[in-house]
């Protein structure tokens, strides 16, 4: 039985902790709150590698602290950078010394740039300032996963699947998962074939629920491709399918017991076939990944 991982995609954001209700009065520093959490769970999603590729001094300083505060087998996992899965990011987000090497006129004229926007030597540069970042915590021995998500624009092609593969090699030795956000992806008659080729290379698929949507992942698409698995569960608020909305709607969704049940069953089967399995719960507002986390958690185990 595969050992078994419960947490959040998130643990310092805005919201989470100020309308939670998660944190004590006395947790107001970034080390005080990650030893409240750590005796609470045992793994989250670090959400604020996805939205800044972080200065390396800075994410090196975070991981000392958070190794400290954290207890032996404490799992963080990353969430990838913007640019490298495909979504858009502001040249803002990338550290002074990376927008140096950002040709004039890249992007669009309000600053949002894409990886196709940039030279081979930019997004060189990018790829490995992200791999370096994250040094500290895999030394550690505190890195799971980099969760590799693509937009939900991005459909099925070729070049998309060849993206996954890329990042396998580009960020070893960490492992990656992958997430995809459009349904094309699982059509009946390619679905097999993307399975396959997560399995062949190594990649670790992320199985979802999600708003219910014809353009979204269906849930409860349960695969396992490698030792290692892991479910997001991120809300079925119907706003997620809609553009431009913000992740204050977005996220906001609390789950049944009748909702979780069939994931109470499918992390019970997957444990059986794999080393460990991490449960992360992205729908953050007013503290209800928190919620959620504690009873699908205590539903795997109840049994």
Known sequence: MGSLYVGTCSWADRDF???GGFYPAGARDQRTRMEYYGSAFNTVEIDAFYH??????????WSEVWTLATPPGFVFHAKAFALLTGHRSDV??????????????AGSAGGELRMRDLTPEARDLIWDWFRVSLRALYEAGKLGCINFQLPKYQRYSPEALELCLMAKDRLAPYRVAVEFRARDWY??????????????????????????DPRLPPNHVVEVTGDWAVIRLHGRNPAMARAGTPSTEV???LYTEEELQPWAEAARRVRRQ???????FNNHMRGQSVKNAR?????IEAR
């Open 187 to 212: 059509h009946r008659e390619r679905w097999p074939e993307v399975v396959r080729t997560l399995r062949e290379h190594g990649l670790l698929y992320t199985m979802v629920d999600i708003a219910p």
């Open 274 to 280: 794999v080393d460990k399995l991490f449960v992360l």
């Open 52 to 61: 800044a590729l972080q200065p390396v001094e800075r994410v090196t300083a």
């Open 92 to 105: 803002r987000r990338l550290p002074p010394e990376l927008r140096e090497a950002i040709p004039a006129g």
């Open 251 to 253: 996220y906001d969704y």
């Open 295 to 299: 009873m699908l958690r205590d539903m």
């Open 17 to 19: 902790i100020k309308t």
